[in-house]
């Protein structure tokens, strides 16, 4: 069982969690159904308007009370002189209750579903399925979506009631085919499969309005373990107190580099020294030390590692690393341009049992536990050894033993899937980004930074983990945090570079700028606060 989300942490229901939340307001507030339906399909024609103020509207019902909302969006703009078509995709006595009350004040008539009353539409109104839908689409709204889709396709906007039929509103997947929609309304709370792909890339602007259900649901129903990523996170960060010391700063030891890849660990440490790390190690294969030493920030130490025929790092190399992890205690983060090979199998494998300190495992050191996420379990099963994996995509397809498009597909079940396999905190990276801990919770970052999808943002964000756990910052709360700071700072560095000119070293740098911006604005936020009795 799942304990509850950090104050961070807003929560998002899941699709049965909005639908208790309904039923409270209906059965236990007392707040008739209809009244709830007529407030939302209001607020849903407000949207259509805005988006086509004028011209034909096609409102497409399904079965259930989201069709409901499309009756009641008909009604309204029928009234307000609008040309309006509505068609469902079942019969009219399968409606029931709010839905088929809706129906009947709109009057009708409502045609069979048919592509043809799409064909002059200036707006469509995807109502066919909402929070009850179970499973990819079938039947006849299957084949309204995809006509939705056709129509979306020739440039006629699309507002979706709820959710964009075809996305699971929990998991954000989508089994069959999905609406695009131009914009989406969505009643009293933005279930978490909104913000995650490819149901996310459906959404198209995302409103989300107030029915009249009173926020103090919120209080009474369970917690849900799912929740978007806040500003507030940074504020679980601790701050260098005026006598620390580089050492009470935290020390980063990046294990990685090899020949023709010694630019990933030196962004790790950049991202670290700029996360807040008091000194970060490099540790790199012989031959290519100098290499490192010449392209990494001024401030950072380098170590050089007992190098393998291809000169990248040697199994035997853990011995020294090790030995240098019980002289000075550090946060390991391994992997960055470390490469692959079974060498690295045995290094790592050698690092996990012996390091008893914090783990950052990234990139290249994540293809040493190919097929095996359990090779972690022994040391994650210790308190004292957080651990957090940044896997993107393909990465975790391989560590997972899946295909690629599986992950892609599935991205909150296998998030959740991985971290409960590894006993690690587990950062999917992509777009949107997902963290899991082990017991169920997940952070979304709902993404939307482009500038970040360069080579090496990804040892950059590894970077910054790695000196946020060496602050001694529990593990969850240390990769959210790392990956808040590593999104805003992709978007400053598209402000100053552009998105299409932002590299990866713009970011560690902005990293800094957004924490700092962040520590700014919460100091003045404590002077403003009015003084309490007797402070
Ligand atoms: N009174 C209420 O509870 C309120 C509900 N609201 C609306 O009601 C929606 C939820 O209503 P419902 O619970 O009736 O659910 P839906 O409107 O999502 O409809 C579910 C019905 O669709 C069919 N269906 C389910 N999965 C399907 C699939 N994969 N393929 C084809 N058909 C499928 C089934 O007949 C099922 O009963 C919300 O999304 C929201 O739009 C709002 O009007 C606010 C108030
Ligand atoms: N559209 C996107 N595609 C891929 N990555 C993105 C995108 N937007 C943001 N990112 C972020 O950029 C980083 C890319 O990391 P990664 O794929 O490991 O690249 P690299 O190995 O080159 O550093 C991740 O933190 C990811 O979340
Ligand atoms: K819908």
């Known amino acids: 069982m799942a304990s509850s989300p950090p104050a961070w ?88 209750g709010d839905a088929a009350l809706a129906r009947d004040a709109f009057g009708g008539p409502a045609d069979p579903w048919s592509a043809a009353a799409l064909d002059d539409a200036a707006v469509i109104v995807d109502a066919i399925l909402g929070t009850g839908a179970s499973g990819a689409p079938r039947g006849v709204a299957a084949e309204a979506i995809a006509g939705i889709a056709a129509a979306a396709d020739r440039g006629i906007p699309v507002v979706a009631c709820d959710v964009p039929s075809g996305v699971d509103a929990t998991t954000g997947e989508v089994a069959g085919v999905a609406v695009p929609a131009t914009a989406t309304v969505t009643f009293h709370a933005a279930t978490s499969g909104l913000w995650i792909a490819p149901g996310k890339d459906h959404v198209g602007r995302l409103r989300i309005v107030d029915i009249g259900i009173p926020r103090r649901v919120r209080d009474l129903l369970p917690v849900p373990s799912t929740g978007l990523l806040s500003a507030a996170v940074v504020d679980a960060l601790p701050r260098r107190r005026t006598d620390g010391t580089k050492f009470r700063s935290g020390h980063v030891l990046i294990v990685g580099g090899a020949p023709g890849m010694t630019g990933a660990p030196c962004l790790t440490a950049r991202g670290a020294m700029r996360a807040g790390a008091g000194y970060a190690t490099l540790a790199v294969p012989a031959g290519v030390e100098s290499t490192v030493a010449a392209r990494a920030p001024v401030e950072t130490l380098t170590l050089a590692l007992p190098a393998a025929d291809d000169g990248a790092v040697a199994a035997t190399a853990a011995d020294v690393v090790l030995e240098r992890l019980r002289t000075r205690r550090a946060t390991l983060v391994v992997g960055p341009g470390l490469s692959r ?40 099963a210790s308190a004292t050894r957080p651990t957090v994996i940044t896997p993107h995509a393909g990465e975790m397809a391989r560590l997972l033993g899946v295909e690629l498009e599986a992950v892609g597909e599935h991205r909150l079940a296998t998030v959740r899937d991985a971290a409960r396999r590894t006993g690690a905190v587990v950062v999917l990276k992509g777009d949107d980004t997902l963290i899991a801990a082990p017991d169920g919770r997940v952070a979304i970052s709902p993404g939307g930074a482009p500038g970040l999808a360069t080579a090496g943002t990804g040892d950059v964000l590894a970077g910054v983990v790695g000196a946020l756990l060496a602050r001694d910052v529990e593990p969850f709360t240390a990769a959210s945090a790392a990956v808040w700071l590593h999104l805003r700072a992709g978007l400053r560095a598209a402000e100053q570079h552009g998105v299409e000119g932002t590299v990866a070293g713009d970011v560690a740098e902005a990293v800094a700028i957004v924490r700092r911006d962040h520590d700014r604005s919460a100091a003045v936020a404590l002077d403003r606060a009015p003084a309490r009795d007797g402070g």
């Open 9 to 96: 942490l807003d929560p998002l229901p899941d699709a049965a969690g909005l639908r208790a939340t309904d039923a409270w307001a209906i059965g236990t507030v007392g707040i008739p159904g209809i009244a709830l339906m007529e407030t939302a399909g209001a607020l849903l024609a407000d949207a259509v308007v805005e988006v086509a103020p004028q011209g034909p509207v096609a409102i497409v019902c399904g079965a259930g009370n989201n069709g409901g909302d499309g009756y009641v969006v008909a009604r309204l703009l029928r009234q307000a002189g609008r040309r309006v078509r509505v068609v469902s995709t079942v019969p009219d006595e399968r409606l029931k």
């Open 341 to 380: 090979g079974p060498e690295r199998d045995r290094l790592l494998r050698a690092l996990i049992a012996g390091h008893d300190g914090a783990l950052v495992v990234d990139a290249d050191g994540l293809a040493a536990l190919a097929g095996d996420p359990e090779a972690l379990r022994a040391r994650t």
